[in-house]
């Protein structure tokens, strides 16, 4: 019992100490703090507030009301500062941009090449040359568009087949259009970035290959959208071995379908000649051949930048359209000015292309009032940045897609 209590008391004397010399060490410059939010639990932080009915960026305004445009709150062990202010938002991204950085995730690390993402790397000299690649070379191509318009061609056309033989013109036939959004919407992103069509029912490869494949990139967007413990509570990381034992299996097997798209690209570039029919071309094409300054390994970068647009192109574009179908049947008095607009500027004969987007001013009020409503990344969080000689944990800023009504009236969310 004596080396018991010893030892107890050692703790004890040590969790004392140390809480004494963090109060101690702590800056005396109040001024420069923004406000705290009460309420915060040990070791979750104000999680609760991450947990509710209402939207993240709905409880987010809520708070500004109180507590001011810039105040802070506590994200597992972490303070972070919550920015609602467009003027502070437009100033960091455009003066103090370069001392941003994205949060270090677990995922970014056992999914994503060691943050070897553009998305998640840290800002540095690799950072900034594969910035430049992606915004000169991949992000401004449009010669892909008719990949884009194959894909939901094809997607709208099985919708008719379908209809037409167990639909009636009247009944109708029932569909799951989110369902049908995931498909169509990580369809265009493989074919964009590979020419690969694993989901939905016109696979261009062996079916069991697109299960295979389709299941792994199922996995690996499911891996990146979950909040792991490790991230804003490292301390408690070893409660999720089991989650990471998965990510690194679905890395390996991940990996290994990459590796396939890039030989196949390579060897089709040796037998046929040098093509641009996709990103992973370009990527090829530019990363093959000339040494990038900060790339070391320019094969995985390859992968990593491959893997991170099939990331991006997907689940932001289909949170959008599943709230805007979902509002639009809720409103319909905007659905049938909408089709109006469609019969009036496009007409019956064709359908609608990209290029038509900019006479549709109705449907892009639409589009604004959707994001408005229900923003698909209302936080963008970055971390460890270097602000007037001290270190802070991480940022988030609340981003809300304030667009304009709708003929002046909002769309009522049901």
């Given at each position: 019992m004596d080396l018991i209590q010893l030892f107890l008391l050692s703790a004890l004397s040590i969790f004392f100490v140390s809480c004494l010399m963090k109060s101690l060490l702590r800056p005396k410059n109040k001024k420069s703090t923004a406000p705290m939010v009460p309420g915060a639990w040990p070791l979750l932080g104000h999680s609760q507030f991450y947990n509710t009915v209402n939207p993240t960026h709905v409880t987010f305004g809520a708070m500004a009301d109180v507590y001011g445009p810039v105040f802070m709150t506590k994200f597992g062990s972490f303070n972070v500062i919550i920015i609602n202010s467009k003027d502070v938002a437009k100033e960091i991204y455009t003066v103090h941009d370069k001392v941003l950085e994205r949060p270090r995730l677990t995922a970014s690390k056992l999914l994503g090449y060691n943050y070897s993402f553009l998305s998640f790397s840290p800002y540095g000299l690799y950072w900034r040359e594969i910035r430049k690649i992606a915004t000169s070379e991949l992000f401004g191509v449009d010669?892909?568009?008719?990949?884009?318009?194959?894909?939901?061609?094809?997607?709208?056309?099985?919708?008719?087949?379908?209809?037409?033989?167990?639909?009636?013109?009247?009944?109708?036939?029932?569909?799951?259009?989110?369902?049908?959004?995931?498909?169509?919407?990580?369809?265009i992103?493989?074919?964009?970035?590979?020419?690969?069509?694993?989901?939905?029912?016109?696979?261009?490869?062996?079916?069991?290959?697109?299960?295979?494949?389709?299941?792994?990139?199922?996995?690996?967007?499911?891996y990146f959208s979950l909040y792991l413990l490790s991230d804003v509570t490292p301390v408690l990381g070893f409660m999720e071995w089991k989650i990471k034992r998965g990510m690194k299996r679905t890395a390996k097997e991940l990996d290994k379908v990459i590796e396939g798209w890039v030989e196949e690209h390579k060897n089709k570039r040796s037998d046929h000649g040098a093509s641009e029919n996709d990103y992973l071309d370009i990527l090829i094409k530019i990363l093959g051949h000339d040494k990038i300054p900060g790339v070391s390994d320019t094969h995985t970068t390859i992968k990593a930048l491959c893997l991170n647009m099939v990331l991006n192109g997907s689940e932001t574009a289909i949170v959008v359209l599943v709230w805007a179908v979902s509002l639009l049947l809720n409103n319909p008095h905007v659905l049938r000015k909408a089709k109006e607009e469609l019969d009036s500027k496009i007409g019956k004969e064709r359908v609608v292309e990209e290029l038509d987007i900019k006479d549709l001013v109705y449907l892009q009020a639409i589009v604004q009032e959707t994001f408005r409503l229900y923003p698909p990344v209302p936080l963008i969080a970055y971390s460890l940045q270097r602000c007037g000689g001290r270190f802070r944990h991480c940022m988030l800023q609340l981003s809300c897609a304030c667009g304009d009504t709708i003929d002046g009236e909002c769309m009522e969310d049901s």
């Open positions: 010669m892909l568009m008719f990949s884009r318009a194959r894909e939901a061609d094809l997607a709208f056309r099985d919708l008719y087949v379908r209809w037409e033989k167990r639909g009636e013109p009247k009944e109708g036939v029932l569909v799951d259009m989110k369902q049908e959004f995931i498909d169509l919407t990580k369809n992103s493989l074919m964009m970035v590979a020419g690969k069509r694993y989901f939905g029912g016109n696979p261009n490869c062996e079916v069991k290959e697109a299960r295979r494949c389709g299941k792994l990139i199922r996995e690996f967007l499911d």
